[in-house]
Nanobody, 119 residues
Framework: QVQLVESGGGLVQPGGSLRLSCAAS????????MRWYRQVPGKQRDLVAA???????NYVDSVKGRLTISRDNAKNTVYLHMNSLKPEDTAVYYC?????????????WGQGTQVTVSA
């Protein structure tokens, strides 16, 4: 059984920094694209950043230059480095990954971690 477990959320002042982590565990054969999404109450879950297993990254325009996605393939972990945070970055952040296990490629979600940017 594959699980994604996130950590690193919390309360930070505007202009501050946080690092989110998401570790995958279980009977994993391979992990392909890993992603971070975010969601605020009453709105849809939006893609923030993605990284392929080869390290190619993609970002939504609103976070370019402030948020950086990275991964450690040896640890099956994806990170989201968050700098110059703004109140509008407040949301629940979810990691997502395409994982090949037991002969099947599936998409998995983490449980979410709250990020609050407020003075």
């Amino acid at each position: 059984q594959v699980q994604l477990v996130e950590s690193g959320g919390g309360l930070v002042q505007p202009g501050g920094s946080l690092r989110l982590s998401c570790a995958a565990s279980g009977s994993i054969v391979a992990i392909y694209t890993m992603r971070w999404y975010r969601q605020v109450p009453g709105k849809q879950r939006d893609l923030v950043a993605a990284i392929t297993n080869g390290g190619v990254t993609n970002y939504v325009d609103s976070v370019k230059g402030r948020l950086t996605i990275s991964r450690d393939n040896a640890k099956n972990t994806v990170y989201l480095h968050m700098n110059s945070l703004k109140p509008e970055d407040t949301a629940v952040y979810y990691c997502n990954a395409d994982i090949f296990e037991r002969g099947v490629l599936r998409q998995y979600w983490g449980q979410g971690t709250q990020v609050t940017v407020s003075a």
